[in-house]
């Protein structure tokens, strides 16, 4: 052990003539362990609400979106759907209609956003259809839909593949599935008719009249997401388009990417190949504002948090100045043995540095257990006001690595006026009076 590192621990453990000392090194330690511990918190809870959005908005929605610049849709979707499969990157693409819908039982209701989809499709470029926990979805996949788990002609033309434009449904009431939250909104279980009413209403000798279709519902899926939990619903792309009275039309056509973090670039490739007319949007410009506001909360959390520091520095700052005004005559008589003015400094830098260290593992031990507790035993949150469920704990090592290097710089700083006060002690002066 070198010697200043030996003589610093020797004072760190020794008897106080001043029992007042002892406790503001005790309460620097217990300083320095609850800021460390509050940062790897709340680095954890961030890091788990900007991990847990990511996956819950791409396992809902697809990785890119191609759109008409026009609010007319797309006409004639088929060929310009197979052709852009063929795009490079591109995994999977389905086509969808949206509209929005006001779903009801009864005398409650509530607002939803329909979307109508070949479920076949759908379940390549999200998984919400795979979150049915009641009923069922495969309700949505007749033959007559033209999905691709319909018995197909083997001449792979388009009519066998999505069913023709003008194919009418045999029946009568529709099958549609719902988020969970929608669904306790107006009160529905499965196996309920609901009724489905469109502002896209038919022009009557009376007026606009809103159109309406009575369906089954045949599924309620929960993705841990309110804003998809508590307006959307799935439908079958021919019911959809009757309802919304447009035969053969579709709002949008997804797709699923093999590399999420080029999808911007990829887009742009669509955008090309689909041609004039149409725009792409990606799932980070879908969501920039929310993952924004994330990256800024965790900053100034790490800034407020990283105040509990430096108030420990500063009790580390007391304590050593104290200890150097106890210890004037010890390092007096070092001195006169001839330790020079750079090893004094040296013993209360890492007498300083010890304080920190023990506070800091403390922290970090303390920090990590307690998200480990909380990412196992999950504490439920209010999905309406933090749109999901239960708050997530993602530690990270390299979180870790960083907090404690801000701690050990913090406390690291507080020891420079104390050891800078010990080395300019003048041993004549100290020992004049002994």
Partial sequence: ??????????????????????????????????????????????????????????????????????????????????????????????????????????????????????????????????????????????????????????????TARYGAPDTVA?????????????????????????????????????????????????????????????????????DAQRLFSEPDLISVISFKVDDLYKADKIGRVIEEEAGKGFQTTSWMQQNRELFRALKLEQIVTFIVLALIVCVAALNILIALTMMVMEKTRDIAVLMSFGVTEMQVRRIFLMQGLLISVIGTLLGLVLGYALSWAGGHYRFPLDASVYSIDYLPFAPRVWDGVIVAVVSLGVSLMATLYPSGSAAKVLPAEALRYE
Avoid at 39 to 62: F, V
Wanted: charge should be positive; glycine fraction near 10%; hydrophobic fraction near 45%.
């Fill in 170 to 238: 045999v029946q009568t009431v529709p099958p549609i599935v719902i988020g969970k939250d929608l669904a306790e909104t107006i009160g529905a279980k499965v196996g309920d008719t609901v009724l489905v009413t469109s502002p896209q209403g038919e022009l009557t000798p009376l007026g606009l009249v809103p159109k309406y279709q009575r369906c089954s519902l045949v599924g309620i899926f929960k993705s841990g997401f309110y804003q998809y939990d508590s307006s959307y619903a799935f439908m079958r792309l021919k």
């Fill in 1 to 158: 052990m070198r010697f200043e590192l030996f003589i610093a621990a020797r004072y760190l453990r020794a008897k106080r003539r001043q029992a007042v000392v002892g406790v503001i090194t005790a309460i620097s330690i217990i300083g320095v362990a609850a800021g460390v511990a509050s940062l790897i918190i709340a680095l954890a809870i961030t890091n788990g609400m900007r991990r847990d959005m990511q996956e819950r908005l791409l396992g809902s929605t697809a990785h890119v979106d191609l759109m008409r610049v026009a609010a007319d849709g797309i006409r004639n979707w088929r060929p310009l759907l197979e052709k852009l499969r063929q795009v490079p990157h591109v995994t999977a693409a389905a086509p969808g209609l949206y509209g929005q819908v006001l779903i009801s039982r009864g005398a409650r209701s509530g607002g939803g956003l329909i979307k109508g989809i070949i479920p076949a499709d759908e379940k390549t470029v999200g998984d919400l259809l795979q979150k049915v926990y009641e009923g069922s979805a495969e309700a949505l996949e007749p033959a007559d839909n033209g999905s691709r788990s319909a018995r197909m002609p083997t001449s792979g033309d388009e």
